[in-house]
């Protein structure tokens, strides 16, 4: 993949950095919540590209590190709410999961807040709105993630 | 022996539903459409309330399924002309009219109408535009046939004259000696859904509709919105195509008016109608926009409509409670003057670039005429008279009717009926079940082992949805030129019945083993395109979809460009997944066939029954002593029939009901399993093998309190509407003995708490004070009340109680009304907004018309026991407001009652039938598909630490003799909670693998 450009870069040059998010959201409650979002139109910043996953349980640290390792310049990982999970406790196992890995990325100089971890149902679409744009904001204040990024660009 | 086969008249949205539901449940059915498609005023809708769905694009895919369905024998053109018989062998009479266009031949091209010299008024959209003789009534119609208008065609009129469609046809597909034909069947059930017709406001000279040119009616509005319409989804008035700035809605245009439109009745549905077009107008327009609705009561009755209102109003919608005196032209130029008066009677004028005037729903002339020829009663409104406690039944035994024909109702309540109805046509025919349907068979799917990846990507305008704001072309010619996408196009709307059908030659002509469609969401149309892969011979997985248009053009709709960034990066991350993704096999699961109803109401009873004369074994359980719930605190119906002695045979049939077996005083302890094969536990340490459930948990009354209390509890003649209830069933004499009687509405609904409308007090508080008026016509009653909402046929009863001298008062929240009490004697002070003066009543009985609330325990446990999802409020929430109002998102569990929503009793009857139809779907059935995504060890990598064991919910994990992980697929329900725990990267998911998951990743930031 060493001839593709990167978009982020791409853009600096022209307009404003805009950060590039990935929310990976269970299929059953957060990706549902997005979708109310949409048809109540409910507008939120264009930053996130979401990944639908099975179950926030599916979320292992392997690929939030793998996101920020591609270019991620914030992750977002959602799921339903305590007790509300489809698969029983996926999302009890994502909670669990998230703290230790918080304490990893902060320990290897990834900013806190980078990373975050939301509960939205499936009828939480203006819930969902609000994460994105608080995420967004928070993202954007940290400015570009370069931390986990081989800087290929520079190198060549 | 009954026939195994069903009738169902109306091709609308109740008709569709209720074809599918029996055809899915071993019924062959015939469907008879009188005009040229299916779909009906559905198909005509541009959005549809209160989620803003497109309304197309959630119809589109019933449609398409009814269309392509092995078991539906649709006849459009048609009508039925005769029925003889007795249920379960009916002999029915279809005459088919000539389509002149021969359905096997024709391709759809459109050549006969571009080159069809005739124009005509288009009807499909309301007369605005004109469409030609020959014609396809609109683009997704179903089916995708062209017709000829024999009314207007030149060479049918005059042979010889024309014919021009028939040298330009490329299929030789015309044919001007069509005749009529009878088709004879043989049917068990008859379903009727004749739909309605609207209102016609030219004789409401008032309005000036049919003279001034921007004074439209609300359907005609909906064309003007729609992508499909005439002005191709951008709003312009009639008179010179501008863009409206101001718009006023007028409510009850031939509803609730004995005077000009002799239609006493509510509609039900125009409030909401008309909120939703301010809304959407809004959307629409591109600059200042001021939409202002004149109404008389606001009427937002059902489930979300309340917070819909609300939101409305803070978007700035303005609305003015008056009725309109007349519109007038207010200038040279289209504009129109809007005179009214408001609450105090002062004479107002405001001017409006354009008027929609919201028609009211009426019963068709055909409709009525086909109830003549088939000997049913109609009430007094001449909709179809249906059965005070089975909804949907009608006059004549094994005829049965939904949807708008027997009252006015709403999308969701029609579609309700239609599933009621399929499984009351079906109750009688369930052991000739599958005698006269056939299986469906898919062509072998093609082996693309060793096959290099060919992706076809689909990307759609969704009419205007997606389109008005992301740059499809330019997604579309970006997909085309990633790494092995072979074929990249755009649809208008991918769903649509042609593209679906051009979707299947295309992977077959390109040889394309995997597809991406960049549209709206794969919750409502994956099904949809995975079948049309298989039906191409691919593999259903082999798929994958971008979401386009619920998380891109909806969510950016100011951001265009950035939208259709996002929108590339979706499309390319969607290509990305399905590269790396395989053909799985498709699991099964067998179905254990018999049903768990949870509640002992009217609702559980209903499903219970429906189930039970089926012969599926039903366990029924119950937290009380006793079945009823609250069915037996209600006096009686809108209809003025007792409900306690309805409640009371219902409980006997159950209990001495062979199939069900009744537990009281009992609990859900445990649910295991999952659609086909669930095992609960019940707090009496037995358990029950099920194949489906109902929840059927009922709702609680609202005990007021704080500022809603008035003085309720403390002063013993402040009662709420069950309590007096109680005192009418008990037939308590001291009732006659009172004097005065104030009523208060909305006691705790419809505010910040609690912000929904219960749906049922107004027409409960107003048939109680006519109880009491007929006990003592010379009492005094007072009715309290925000909006009267005594929706359908209800109003009947706000007209008869104002007939009787009882007097309303409006109040609204910022002047509540004050209850206080001097030695035992209340005194209700108010204000009263038509003389502007504060009234002071000393009554001897007070009653309040408290909220419904959904169960503050049981609802919400049991609702995590079968994994669903309930709403803000706690009420249960349906896996789709508009057209799943009985399922749940989690397959095999349905819904009914209170639970649900407040609803009033035949409301609830409709719906424990539709749930336990919708259920029998799957009884019907010796298998149900089960979980295809589900896990797999790679052993070579395993390193035996049991944390995939530990993790799994489900129990499909263990450790093998050799100490080593094994998945049982059967149980494995594919969340990939093992795939996150396993450290040693072993365990993986099939097609949401970190390989599938890590390429969509990494494409969101690779511009390829």
Redesign the interface.
Same mark, same amino acid.
């Given at each position: &993949?060493t001839s *593709?450009?990167? &978009?982020?870069s791409?853009t600096n040059e022209t307009a404003p950095w *805009?950060p590039?998010i990935?929310a990976f959201l269970c299929?059953?409650?957060s990706?549902?919540g997005?979708?109310l979002? @949409? +048809?109540?139109?409910?507008?939120?910043p264009?930053n996130i590209?979401? +990944?639908?996953?099975? %179950?926030s @349980?599916? +979320? /292992?640290?392997? &690929?939030i590190l /793998?996101?920020l390792k591609?270019?991620?310049d914030g992750i977002l990982v959602s799921g339903c709410h305590p @007790?509300? %999970?489809?698969?029983?406790? @996926?999302n009890m196992?994502?909670r669990r999961?998230f703290p230790l890995l918080s304490n990893l990325l902060e320990f290897v100089g990834i900013e806190p807040g980078r990373v975050s971890f939301s509960w939205v /149902?499936?009828? *939480?679409g203006e819930q969902f709105?609000e994460i994105v744009k608080t995420v967004t904001e928070r993202v954007k204040a940290l400015g570009p993630a370069t931390r986990l990024i081989k800087k290929i660009d520079q190198a060549a | 022996m009954p026939k195994g086969s069903v009738l169902v008249v109306g091709g609308g949205i109740a008709g569709v539903q209720a074809a599918l539901d029996l055809a899915n449940s071993g019924f062959l059915v015939h469907l008879v459409e009188r005009t040229a498609a299916i779909g009906g005023k559905m198909s005509q809708l541009d959005k549809t309330f209160p989620t803003n769905d497109c309304s197309a694009c959630i119809l589109s895919p019933k449609l398409v399924e009814c269309g392509r369905h092995m078991n539906i024998n649709l006849l459009s053109l048609s009508d039925l002309v005769s029925l003889d018989g007795e249920p379960g062998n009916f002999r029915a009479v279809i005459r088919q009219r000539p389509r002149y266009v021969d359905p096997n031949k024709c391709i759809a091209c459109g050549l006969c109408a571009e080159k069809c010299p005739k124009k005509v008024a288009n009807d499909y959209n309301m007369g605005i535009g004109k469409r030609k003789a020959a014609y396809l009534s609109y683009p997704q119609a179903v089916p995708l046939k062209y017709a000829i208008d024999p009314a207007h065609c030149i060479w049918i009129k005059k042979p010889g004259r024309c014919g021009m469609c028939a040298k330009i046809c490329p299929a030789g597909a015309i044919s001007f000696d069509d005749q009529e034909k009878d088709h004879v069947l043989e049917v068990g059930s008859v379903v009727l859904a004749p739909g309605f017709s609207r209102f016609n406001p030219s004789s409401l000279d008032f309005t000036g509709y049919g003279r001034l040119p921007n004074v439209v009616t609300s359907m005609e509005f909906e064309r003007l919105l729609s992508p499909s319409g005439p002005c191709m989804g951008h709003l312009e008035r009639p008179s010179d195509g501008k863009e409206p700035q101001r718009i006023a809605w007028l409510q009850c245009v031939g509803s609730r008016d004995i005077h000009r439109a002799g239609n006493p009745y509510c509609s039900s549905v125009c409030c909401m109608f008309a909120l939703k077009q301010a809304v959407i107008s809004m959307e629409h327009a591109h600059g200042e926009f001021e939409p202002s609705i004149f109404y008389m009561d606001m009427r937002t009755h059902g489930k979300g409509f309340e917070n819909y209102y609300n939101r409305a109003k803070e978007q700035g919608v303005r609305f003015h409670r008056a009725r309109v005196h007349s519109i007038i032209p207010a200038d040279d130029q289209g504009n129109l003057k809007v005179r009214y008066v408001d609450q105090q009677g002062k004479v107002n004028f405001e001017e409006f670039d354009m008027v929609v005037l919201s028609t009211g729903l009426q019963p068709y002339r055909h409709m009525i005429e086909l109830a003549a020829m088939l000997k049913l009663e109609l009430d007094a409104d001449n909709f179809i008279k249906t059965d005070s406690f089975n909804p949907v039944a009608s006059s004549r035994p094994g005829v049965y009717v939904c949807g708008a024909a027997s009252e006015p109702k709403d999308i969701p309540q029609s579609v309700m009926e239609a599933s009621a109805a399929a499984a009351e046509a079906g109750r009688i025919l369930a052991p000739v079940r599958w005698s006269e349907t056939s299986k469906k068979q898919y062509p072998m799917e093609m082996d693309i082992h060793a096959q290099p990846p060919r992706i076809g990507v689909f990307v759609c305008h969704c009419g205007i949805n997606i389109s008005s704001v992301v740059d499809v072309a330019a997604v579309s010619a970006y997909a085309g030129n990633l790494p092995d996408v072979v074929f990249s196009q755009t649809n208008l709307f991918t769903c649509s019945q042609d593209t679906i059908n051009q979707m299947i030659n295309i992977i077959k002509a390109e040889k394309l083993n995997r597809v991406v469609v960049a549209s709206c969401s794969p919750r409502t149309h994956e099904p949809l395109f995975q079948e049309t892969l298989r039906d191409a011979g691919l593999n259903q997985f082999l798929f994958e979809m971008a979401n386009i248009r619920d998380q891109d053009s909806w969510v950016h709709q100011h951001e265009p460009a950035k939208a259709t960034a996002k929108a590339i990066d979706l499309v390319r991350m969607a290509v990305a997944r399905v590269r790396g993704e395989g053909a799985l096999p498709y699991n099964t699961v067998p179905v254990t066939k018999s049903a768990l109803v949870i509640g002992g109401g009217v609702s559980g009873m209903t499903a219970a029954l429906t189930f039970a004369d089926q012969g599926y074994p039903v366990t029924l359980i119950e937290q009380s002593d006793m079945l009823g719930g609250n069915g037996r605190k209600v006096f009686r119906n809108w209809k003025g029939d007792a409900i306690l002695p309805y409640v009371t045979d219902l409980s006997a049939k159950v209990t001495s009901h062979p199939q069900i077996n009744v537990k009281f005083n009992c609990e859900i302890k445990d649910v295991a399993g999952s659609v086909g094969k669930f095992s609960t536990t019940f707090s009496d340490g037995q358990s029950f093998e099920h194949g489906v459930a109902v929840m059927a948990v009922g709702g609680e009354p609202y005990k007021p309190e704080g500022k809603w209390q008035f003085l309720h509890g403390s002063n013993a003649n402040v009662h709420t509407l069950l309590e007096l209830d109680k005192r009418f069933i008990d037939q308590d004499a001291s009732l006659k003995k009172i004097k005065q009687a104030v009523f208060i509405h909305c006691v705790g609904s419809r505010i910040p708490e609690r912000p929904y409308c219960s749906r049922v007090c107004c027409t409960h508080a107003v048939d109680s004070a006519i109880k009491l008026k007929e006990l003592n016509p010379d009492m005094d009653i007072f009715m309290l009340y925000r909006d009267i909402r005594t929706y359908g046929q209800r109003e009947r009863l706000y007209q008869e109680a104002r007939g009787k001298g009882i007097i309303f008062i409006n109040y609204d929240l910022d002047r509540m009304p004050q209850v206080e009490e001097e030695n035992g004697q209340l005194i209700v002070k108010a204000h009263d907004p038509i003389i502007d003066a504060h009234v002071t009543i000393h009554p001897d009985m007070l009653v309040l018309a408290t909220a419904i609330q959904p169960r503050q325990q049981s609802g919400k446990n049991l609702a995590k026991f079968f994994k669903c999802a309930i709403d803000a409020q706690g009420f249960l929430l349906e896996a789709h407001m508009k057209l799943r109002p009985v399922d749940f998102a989690t397959e095999g569990v349905f819904l009914a009652g209170l639970c649900h929503y407040p609803k009033s009793i035949e409301e609830s009857i409709a719906q424990a039938k539709a749930a336990a139809a919708r259920a029998s779907i799957i009884l019907a059935h010796d298998v149900v598909p089960a979980e295809s995504i589900t896990a797999e060890v790679n052993r070579a990598k395993c390193t035996g630490c049991g944390l995939c064991v530990e993790v799994c919910a489900y129990n499909a994990v263990s450790l093998d003799e050799n100490g080593l992980s094994v998945v049982n697929t059967s149980m494995c329900k594919g969340c990939g909670n093992c795939v996150a725990g396993c450290r040693s990267d072993a365990v993986t998911l099939k097609n949401v693998g970190n390989e599938q998951i890590m390429a969509a990743v990494d494409a969101a930031f690779c511009d390829e």
């Open positions: &993949m *593709e450009t990167n &978009m982020t791409e *805009e590039k990935i299929t059953w409650c990706y549902a997005a979708d979002a @949409g +048809v109540s139109r409910f507008q939120y264009p590209r979401i +990944v639908k996953v099975p %179950c @349980g599916r +979320v /292992s640290e392997n &690929m /793998s996101a591609s270019g991620a @007790g509300d %999970c489809h698969f029983i406790s @996926g196992f994502a999961r /149902s499936a009828s *939480e709105a | -």
